[in-house]
């Protein structure tokens, strides 16, 4: 079945450093993917998405790409900021499909 | 506009009583999901409503878990003879389908579920 596999958590950066957070999945056909962030105590928040092989998504300076030939799509960001501590999501979407498939989320605290 | 909204945000309740929770959906959304997230399972599909199909129930966990769809709008996600490992945040999601296709899903801030 479908997978989408996280980096471990917690992570935890000072300000303005360089973010990284693997996202690899397991998938039939051409999956939809997607990032989602939860901040402290507020719902999943869509944060950047990509349809098809070698789109890249951005948004709010976080940046993914698609890359089908290692089934990956790793979360960046050149500089973090403390607002940007929250809970951060992989999933997936089948092309065909409806439900999203969740990573198990990586904590990442910023300090200033 | 307004977004998904979820009723209540918080229940505690006690092993073996039954709970509703309720979810508005965006409105004009057709499509309708179900998650819940919980300490050491993650965020797990539960189930989906799209217009007048069959749902897909293929994620709720047990035949203790129900939902419907009145309308088209408000779907209410039952838990009955309620058990501790249901305790978690159960999230509500709703989205356009254009050209059969589902997009973005749009979330609810939650309810978390205490079974005590």
């Known amino acids: 079945g479908d997978s989408v596999t996280q980096m471990e958590g917690p992570v935890t950066l000072s300000e303005e450093a360089f973010l990284t957070i693997n996202c690899t999945y397991t998938a039939t056909g051409y999956p939809s993917l997607f990032w989602y962030v939860q901040y402290p105590g507020e719902g999943l928040q869509l944060l950047l998405k990509?349809?098809?092989?070698?789109d890249k998504g951005s948004n709010k300076g976080f940046e993914a790409t698609y890359r089908k030939e290692t089934t990956s799509f790793h979360l960046e960001k050149g500089s973090v900021q403390v607002s940007d501590s929250a809970v951060y999501f992989c999933a997936l979407k089948r092309a065909s499909g409806s439900r999203l498939t969740f990573g198990e989320g990586t904590q990442l605290t910023v300090n200033p | 506009g307004a977004g998904v909204s979820q009723s209540p945000s918080n229940k505690v309740t006690e092993k073996g009583k039954d709970v509703e929770l309720r979810c508005d959906p965006i409105s004009g959304h057709t499509a309708l999901y179900w998650y819940r997230q919980s300490l050491g399972q993650g965020l797990e599909f539960l189930i989906y409503f799209q217009g007048n199909s069959a749902p897909d129930k293929s994620g709720l966990p047990s035949d203790r878990f129900s939902a419907e769809r009145t309308g088209g709008s408000v779907s209410t996600l039952t838990i009955q003879r309620t058990q501790q490992e249901d305790s978690a945040v159960y999230l509500c999601?709703?989205?356009?389908?254009?050209?059969?296709?589902?997009?973005?899903?749009?979330f609810g801030p939650g309810t978390r579920l205490t079974v005590t």
């Open positions: 999601a709703s989205s356009l389908v254009v050209r059969g296709r589902a997009r973005e899903q749009y």
């Open positions: 990509a349809t098809k092989a070698d």
